[in-house]
């Protein structure tokens, strides 16, 4: 059974940072790419940022370079979002996804296969 598990959200201050954990289990973690979506009340879920397996390329949203990173821990299937400078506009459900392959050049929601459950990050004023 396909299995992604994203944590690590809660409530920080403007300018503060948070890591959230994808960890991934049935599947093979070389062959795939994981995505990070965020969604707000009303809207699509955007991409965020996402790592390729197999070869480590990675792909960040405009409004999170510089400030978003994305790494993995291959002995724990876990790949990890560190979040810092933390913007009120980065308040949002956040979700991990898994696609067969690589990352593309502007991920898409519907074209990534399984989902873990979100994690909420909510950055104050």
């Known amino acids: 059974e396909v299995q992604l598990q994203a944590s690590g959200g809660g409530l920080v201050q403007t300018g503060g940072s948070l890591r959230l954990s994808c960890v991934v289990s049935g599947l093979s973690f070389g062959d795939i790419a994981i995505g990070w979506f965020r969604q707000t009340p009303g809207k699509g879920r955007e991409a965020v940022s996402c790592?390729?397996?197999?070869?480590?390329?990675?792909y960040f949203a405009d409004t999170v370079k510089g400030r978003f990173s994305i790494s993995s821990d291959n002995a724990r299937n876990t790949v990890y979002l560190s979040m810092n400078e933390l913007k009120p506009e980065d308040t949002a459900v956040y979700y991990c996804a898994s696609i067969f392959g690589y990352c593309s050049s502007y991920p898409l929601a519907y074209e990534y296969n399984n989902w873990g459950k979100g994690t909420l990050v909510t950055v104050s004023s």
């Open positions: 790592l390729s397996m197999h070869d480590g390329s990675t």
